[in-house]
């Protein structure tokens, strides 16, 4: 198995609603503020590659109907071909590891755009209010549900609606059936925007929108070249249209993918 290709997916996601993402329990008490949502060391919030991989990789589990987290291990399993095995089954098996070959899909974290940041550090716009430099505390009611009576308020820190990351996956082709595959990962992208990333998603936190897609297909050729590649797509992901993608994409590796 040799590389034939890569696909460059870049954007933006922006949140719709507020995001809270990062939230561990032992980070509780910071501030008195609940559940702090993960930043840099520079102290802005992001968004993990993890995070957003790990969130595309169950909801196409979800949809599939497998576990929550697929350790299937099956040797043609596409979600573990492009994810990668779950943890479970990565021990014993360096044979079957070589045989579907490396992760396809590499999700990079995902870092305020340099508006927001400035919008946000000026408290302009829609940032006017923040209560801290890059986000806003909100009150939620945790209810006991076994006294079923509300509880002390909370404070949650969320990053901002409105607020823009920039956004870049690299997707690895090594044979000519990733092609087709990679109509997964355009699906769990459209799935997430009916869904939720982070934390309180039944409370309406985190709903995100992908926009300014660009996709470009740098085949091998390229690479041996310095050429950048071809630009596949650009714009919105609601008019993304995949099979007529793949078929570009194919056409481009055509060469690379005997
Ligand atoms: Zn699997």
């Not at 702090?36 to 995070?51: C, D, E, L």
């Not at 000519?176 to 109509?183: I, L, S």
């Not at 919105?236 to 078929?247: E, M």
Request: charge should be neutral.
């Amino acid at each position: 198995m040799k590389l034939i290709g890569k696909l460059l997916i870049n954007g933006e996601i922006e949140a719709l609603t507020g995001l809270a993402i990062g939230g561990s329990k032992s980070d509780v008490s910071i501030g008195g503020i609940d559940n702090n949502v993960i930043k840099t060391a520079g102290g802005v919030p992001f968004i993990p590659g993890s995070s957003l991989k790990g969130k595309f990789r169950s909801l196409l589990e979800r949809k599939k109907g497998k576990e929550i987290v697929c350790n299937c291990g099956e040797k043609n399993c596409e979600i573990c071909v492009i994810f990668g095995k779950g943890m479970k089954n990565r021990k014993n098996d360096k044979e079957e590891k070589s045989e579907s070959g490396p992760t396809r899909l590499y999700v990079r974290d995902a870092y305020l755009t340099e508006a927001t940041k400035n919008m946000m550090e000026n408290k302009e716009g829609i940032f006017s209010n923040l209560e801290l430099t890059y986000t806003e505390i909100k009150w939620e009611n945790t209810i006991d549900r076994v006294q079923s009576k509300a509880e002390h308020p909370r404070q949650q820190e969320r990053v901002p609606a409105g607020s823009k990351f920039e956004f870049n996956m690299v997707y690895n082709l090594l044979k000519k059936d990733d092609v087709a595959m990679f109509k997964h990962v355009i699906e769990a992208m459209n799935l997430l925007e009916d869904d939720y990333l982070g934390g309180n998603g039944s409370r309406g936190y985190g709903r995100v929108k992908f926009d300014k897609l660009e996709i470009v297909c740098r085949t091998v050729a390229d690479y041996e070249a310095g050429t950048p590649g071809q630009t596949i797509y650009t714009g919105t992901l609601p008019d993304l249209k995949i099979d007529p993608l793949i078929d570009e994409i194919l056409s481009l590796v055509r060469e690379e993918a005997v």
